[in-house]
């Protein structure tokens, strides 16, 4: 069978640290069948292989001696419309922000206050993507992807996807054993206005907005954009470590000498601390060594100003987890998939 399969692909493009690495493959897929002719393919026998969506959350630390399957699948389709839901399959290769832009448009609700976060549908399920008082989870109905060992197509419900804080099953259980093609949300006909998180109140006050999931988004663009390093112009990934959960024992010990420490209630014994706010503490908000940084807006954002390497970003992470450990004795770990 011959489908074109690139050799030595250049993925500076795709992924957006804007780090420089080489796939030893790559292949592109826009439909099932082109999927499948890449998994029955006789190099996916001698050679390991790596899904890619929009390489907003991976961090290249050399480059990739495999293929690369990017995966491009389109399509937003509803399947189901009732007076209060409306049921959208969506191909995980739609671009994510593209996907809230089309949701508001027809004014339904429920995943607005996740507004301008990078990357592809297929991936919002793998760490349950968050932001703004607002989870993946809280939408989606069901899973479709193929089963890379039997090669069927499978489905997960909600329940069936063990999501959790930045994490689900496909993080998990089948991290590296499947390839998401299709997701399933459940979107409301009746706003939710979930304003309460953040800035969000303020934003619309500002624009002189009543909330709605359109007004929403667009506060969450703009503050997002203040906020945040544009990828285009400063390579990142986002958040690069995820916010560490920790008892409220060690939380009111911790008070005692920090009581400005930013947390959020997770549970009766369990704070969340903002991890952002621990690396400032630790001094490294702003600090820069060549190409590599720590974003002087939000200490949490790994940056590479230019020709920084993947291994410079790693070793820099490495640093800033130590000297979290030495101030806070709190272990943080990286939301970023390390390649
Ligand atoms: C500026 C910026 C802001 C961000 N803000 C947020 C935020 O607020 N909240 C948040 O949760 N995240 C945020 N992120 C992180 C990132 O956008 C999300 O994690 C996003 O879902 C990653 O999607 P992607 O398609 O780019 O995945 P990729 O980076 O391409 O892949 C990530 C992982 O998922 C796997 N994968 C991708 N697609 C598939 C598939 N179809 N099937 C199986 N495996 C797959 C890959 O193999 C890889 O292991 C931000 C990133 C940036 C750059």
Redo the contacts with the bound molecule.
């Keep these: 069978m011959s489908i074109s399969i690139e050799k030595n692909y250049q993925l500076d493009n795709?992924?957006?640290?804007n780090i420089s690495a080489k796939a030893k493959f790559f292949y592109e897929f826009n439909t099932l069948k082109k999927l499948e002719e890449i998994l029955n393919h006789k190099l996916l026998k001698t050679e390991k292989s790596?899904?890619?969506?929009?390489?907003?959350?991976?961090l290249f630390s050399k480059d990739f001696n495999g293929i690369v399957i990017k995966?491009s699948?389109g399509g937003i389709n509803i399947t189901k419309d009732n007076n209060n839901h409306t049921e959208v399959e969506v191909g995980?290769?739609e671009i994510?922000h593209e996907f809230v832009l089309w949701s508001v448009k027809k004014n339904l609700s429920g995943i607005e206050n996740?507004a301008?976060?990078?990357?592809?549908?297929?991936?919002?399920p793998?760490?349950?993507?968050?932001?703004?008082g607002c989870?993946?989870k809280d939408t989606i109905k069901k899973v479709q992807?193929i089963d890379l060992e039997s090669k069927s197509i499978k489905e997960l419900t909600n329940s069936e996807c063990n999501f959790s804080y930045?994490s689900s099953i496909?993080?998990k259980d089948l991290?590296?054993k499947?390839?998401?093609?299709k997701v399933t949300f459940l979107l409301n006909k009746k706003p939710i206005n979930n304003t309460s998180y953040g800035a969000i109140a303020s934003e619309l006050a500002a624009l002189k907005s009543q909330a709605s999931p359109q007004s929403i988004c667009n506060a969450i663009i703009n503050i997002?954009s203040r906020k945040?390093?544009?990828?285009q112009k400063i390579g990142?990934?986002?958040?690069f470590f995820k916010n560490p959960i920790i008892s409220n024992l060690k939380l009111k010990k911790i008070k005692e000498k920090y009581p400005e420490i930013i947390n959020y209630k997770q549970s009766k014994t369990h704070s969340k601390i903002a991890a952002g706010w621990l690396i400032e503490m630790a001094g490294w908000k702003g600090y820069r060594k060549d190409d590599c940084g720590v974003y002087d807006k939000q200490a949490l954002?790994l940056v590479n100003y230019g020709q920084a390497s993947g291994n410079e970003i790693i070793e820099l992470s490495k640093k800033i987890q130590q000297s979290v450990l030495e101030k806070f004795d709190i272990m943080i770990h990286p939301?970023?998939?390390i390649?």
Aim: net charge positive; charged share 10%; aromatic share 10%.
């Design positions: 795709l992924n957006t640290f790596f899904v890619l969506g929009g390489g907003s959350n991976i995966n699948l995980s290769g994510w996740l301008l976060i990078p990357g592809s549908v297929g991936a919002s793998i760490q349950n993507i968050g932001a703004y989870e993946a992807f930045r496909f993080k991290k590296g499947c390839i998401i093609t997002r945040l390093p544009d990828p990142n990934s986002g958040s954002v939301e970023v998939n390649i």
